[in-house]
T-cell receptor, first 116, second 110 residues
Framework: NAGVMQNPRHLVRRRGQEARLRCSPM?????VYWYRQLPEEGLKFMVY????????ESGMPKERFSAEFPKEGPSILRIQQVVRGDSAAYFC??????????????FGPGTRLTVL | QKEVEQNSGPLSVPEGAIASLNCTYS??????FFWYRQYSGKSPELIMF????GDKEDGRFTAQLNKASQYVSLLIRDSQPSDSATYLC??????????FGKGTLLTVNP
């Protein structure tokens, strides 16, 4: 399957624990985006990364959240000291490029994070 | 604040009818527009994108863009019960960032 892969699909954490969400982009794609979807709300942009570079993290909460996309391996979204308000679906998307002609973004299956 | 507005619905149409979904956007710099379908509990699935004014057809789907009116629409012909889902409209600028509407829930009744 050459689609966007995310794992785990479901993640349960207690308040104060860390959550690590992983994303492997579609084959041939080098641009990765993370979005969060809260119940009854739309998808909200969090961060855009290319290999070894964070291009735009303007949608990331200032504290506890970080993201990386190393030279080797998947992109990681890390949430430290989780709180109940972090419970949401986190989606990763990838695209072939970032210009307006190539920024069709394809989504992975998502990670549903539940904080107890 | 860049915004994309959609009627939340639900929009209910009988099987075989045309479903019309609408979207407006606030950022005149937006250049690319996308329609995603999202089934309950699933991830968004890209079904159409459009960059130029006018119509773009793909099978039963037609996307329409009017940049002067900042308006995007999606028509689904011969609607099927399997089309029942939430449809998300998204706008992109000259860069990568997509701004999504909250989606319109479509129900196609057999």
């Amino acid at each position: 399957n050459a689609g966007v892969m995310q794992n785990p699909r479901h993640l349960v954490r207690r308040r104060g624990q860390e959550a690590r969400l992983r994303c492997s982009p579609m084959k041939g794609h080098s641009h990765v985006y993370w979005y969060r979807q809260l119940p009854e709300e739309g998808l909200k942009f969090m961060v855009y990364l290319q290999k070894e570079n964070i291009i735009d993290e303007s949608g990331m909460p200032k504290e506890r959240f970080s993201a990386e996309f190393p030279k080797e391996g998947p992109s990681i979204l890390r949430i430290q000291q989780v709180v109940r308000g972090d419970s949401a679906a986190y989606f990763c998307a990838s695209s072939r490029g970032s210009s307006s002609s190539y920024n069709e973004q394809f989504f992975g299956p998502g990670t549903r994070l539940t904080v107890l | 604040q860049k915004e994309v507005e959609q009627n939340s619905g639900p929009l209910s149409v009988p099987e075989g009818a045309i479903a019309s979904l609408n979207c407006t956007y606030s950022d005149r710099g937006s250049q690319s527009f996308f329609w995603y379908r999202q089934y309950s509990g699933k991830s968004p699935e890209l079904i159409m994108f459009i960059y130029s004014n006018g119509d773009k057809e793909d099978g039963r789907f037609t996307a329409q863009l009017n940049k002067a009116s900042q308006y995007v629409s999606l028509l689904i012909r011969d609607s099927q019960p399997s089309d029942s889902a939430t449809y998300l409209c998204a706008a992109g600028g000259s860069n990568y960032k997509l701004t999504f509407g909250k989606g319109t829930l479509l129900t196609v009744n057999p």
